[in-house]
């Protein structure tokens, strides 16, 4: 015990380096106009009204951002952001060739919580999906594709990591979540209710900042 | 004065709270209302998981106008611990978020999500500063304790932290919202006329209106979200709640010199509309940026002016009546879509004498009947003072709607009505 005590005295009364009275003013993580592009693998998960269970599958992801600056943690932009499933299409029964692609069109907030590039992401705006499914051959042989396409409104969250590479660039690392609200589908002679299509990736981008 | 009547930031205790409100009302609907969609377990949260997002088929009231109110209950865990705006609208995010996933074995629900979410902060936001502005932390006695019973309908979750905190009694300095520098209220009771509310005959009925402005965008820079917001409530003899219509500024910014003649600003609001009654069922969230004007008249800057206002908006998530369209049990659609507001009136100290409103409103449906619809509100406002602060007020609008749908006809209707009310105006205003 008192051994201890003696230790504990020592700590405290040990001289400590005085801390500095200016900290350096930390870097901002953007500046100005800045853009950024990047690509990466994603998840689709596609529900709809009165379905008793949903269908899922992997795609290639895209997305581009370009915006401004708030503050010094805060950032806003507009996103575009699309996944394409080519192999998938609406539901596991379509055969290949079909193609599902979904995407959002968005106002984002970037939020840096700190001096380091973690930033937190959410936002909101408008959806698009299209939907094209291979059907009855057509005369000459062409295939036709029963193509539909819907609208409605997306939402978005992520979660990102700005790599200073350069005082101009950095790599960004990406993980979100988009939810599509498209509507109704129609493909051929089958009638989807109030598609709802979430959507997960990770991405690498290339930032310009 | 102590200044511990003001909450230190503590976002750990938002959270906290937040999920104590979740299991709190989720355990009195299973236990002592019996509901089944309350019944949640690990299976049901695994369901809700693997699943993901649907639309609900709730009614019009519970998901636009109730939910929203509780969001504003999560959002203001966030400000009675201390966390500014945008600090506590992820709490109210968080909070509808999961409320969905882990306390209903429905599906989640887009819908309340939304509304929750952004409905929770507009309202929230405005709940608050109303409660602190009702409080008083240099009050005491029984005209203290009158106060803050008085804003607990408003910012219950602030209420019920104060008071657990022991701050009901604690002499103190009050936060800023407390005093909104310059404000209107105006309250009005009288009769409302209607026709087609059920039928072509002329309903006539009671009705109360309650509006209030808080802060004035001309009167000072802007300071935070919400500093200036607008809020009107209609409560009619028959049908209770009609109307409840709230826009708050996100930021503002001047865009000529202060001692100008003619000023303008370009504002960002966040809006949140409820109207319900048995003619017309519209809503929604929204988001709208534009132009704020004042065009003094005569040489006192603080005598009458005009007032004008051109927005474009962003409706986040909307909500319009489509009978016999709609999912399931539901009778009205969702979507999201766009508008425009356009407004011009007289006003003295930000009281409104005379008042010139149009709003038109596009909604693409993403659940319920695929249509577009569109909605055109035109409103004309007249306020004759009689003494000091008692007048008499003529409302009239018209309501127009315009629904496209892919497999029916259009449907087209119009609902005017009119409201002649006594009011009373209490304000106050920095020039």
Redesign the interface.
């Known amino acids: 015990m008192k051994h201890a005590l003696a230790l504990m005295t020592l700590v405290l009364l040990c001289p400590r380096p005085a801390l500095p009275q200016h900290l350096p003013t930390p870097e901002r993580h953007r500046r100005g106009l800045w853009g950024e592009f990047g690509f990466g693998p994603g998840y689709v ?1 596609i ?1 709809c ?2 379905c008793t ?2 269908v899922g599958t992997t795609g290639g992801t895209s997305y581009l951002r370009i915006g401004g600056v708030i503050s010094r943690n805060v950032v806003i932009g507009f996103e575009l952001f699309s996944l394409l499933d080519n192999a998938f299409g609406f539901t596991p029964q379509d055969s290949a060739g079909a193609t599902a692609e979904t995407g959002t069109a968005a106002i984002i907030i970037l939020w840096y919580p700190g001096r380091h590039g973690l930033y937190f992401k ?1 936002g ?1 705006g ?1 959806a698009f999906g299209q939907f094209s499914i291979p059907a009855d051959s057509g005369s000459g042989g062409t295939v036709v594709a029963d193509t539909s396409t819907g ?3 997306g ?1 978005t969250f992520g979660v990102g990591w700005d790599i200073a590479i350069s005082r101009k660039f950095a790599l960004t690392a990406n993980a979100a979540s988009f ?1 599509t ?4 589908v129609v493909t051929g002679n089958r009638h989807v ?2 598609v ?1 299509a ?1 959507m997960y990736n990770i991405s690498i981008g290339l930032t310009i900042r | 004065m102590q200044s511990d009547t003001l909450p230190r930031p503590n976002a750990f205790r938002a959270i906290g709270q937040t999920i104590v409100l979740n299991t709190v009302v989720n355990r009195l609907d299973a236990w002592a209302r019996n509901r089944d969609w309350a019944k949640v377990g690990t299976r049901a949260w695994a369901r809700n998981i693997r699943l993901g997002w649907a639309w609900d088929q709730d009614g019009f009231a519970t998901n636009v106008f109730a939910h929203p109110y509780h969001g504003s209950l999560y959002f203001n865990t966030g400000r009675a611990s201390g966390l500014s705006f945008l600090e506590s609208a992820p709490i109210a995010m968080f909070g509808s978020w999961s409320w969905e996933y882990f306390c209903e074995t429905e599906r989640p629900s887009l819908n309340d999500f939304l509304l929750s979410s952004f409905g929770g902060v507009t309202l929230g936001e405005m709940f608050h500063r109303i409660g602190e502005t009702i409080r008083d932390n240099t009050a005491t006695g029984l005209h203290r304790t009158f106060r803050e019973l008085a804003a607990m309908p408003f910012d219950p979750m602030g209420g019920l932290n104060r008071l657990f905190r022991g701050k009901w009694k604690r002499l103190g300095i009050n936060p800023a919202e407390h005093d909104p520098k310059a404000y209107v209220l105006r309250v009005g009771v009288g009769g409302r006329f209607a026709r087609r509310l059920v039928n072509d005959s002329m309903a006539r009925m009671g009705t109360f209106v309650g509006d209030l402005s808080y802060g004035d965008a001309f009167a000072g820079k802007y300071r935070t979200p919400f500093d200036v917001f607008s809020i009107r409530l209609i409560v009619n003899s028959q049908g209770g709640l009609n109307a409840l219509n709230g826009s708050g500024r996100l930021y503002g910014r001047a865009l000529s010199d202060s001692l100008s003649h003619i000023r303008h600003q370009f504002a960002v609001n966040q809006r949140y509309d409820y109207v319900n009654n048995p003619a017309q069922s519209f809503g929604g969230v929204s988001v709208e940026a534009g132009i704020d004007s004042r065009w003094r008249l005569g040489a006192r800057r603080d005598g009458f002016g005009i007032r004008t206002a051109l927005f474009g908006d962003g409706i986040i998530l909307g909500a319009i009546d489509a009978p016999g369209t709609g999912t399931g049990l539901r009778d009205y659609d969702f979507g999201p879509g766009a508008g425009v507001r356009w407004e011009a009136g007289l006003d003295r100290h930000g009281a409104r004498f005379f008042t010139l409103l149009g709003r038109v409103a596009y909604i693409h449906t993403a659940s319920g009947g695929a249509a577009d619809h569109l909605v055109n509100v035109s409103t004309l406002e007249l306020a004759i003072p009689v003494t000091h602060r008692v007048g008499i007020a003529v409302q009239t609008s018209i309501f127009d709607r315009e629904s496209h749908y892919t497999n029916r006809p259009p449907d087209k209707r119009d609902y005017p009505e009119g409201r002649f009310m006594l009011v009373w105006t209490k304000g106050a205003s920095t020039p």
């Open positions: 998960r529900a009204s009165g269970d949903v959410g909101v408008a609208g409605g409104m939402l939810v609200a498209l509507g109704d209710d109030d709802i979430s």
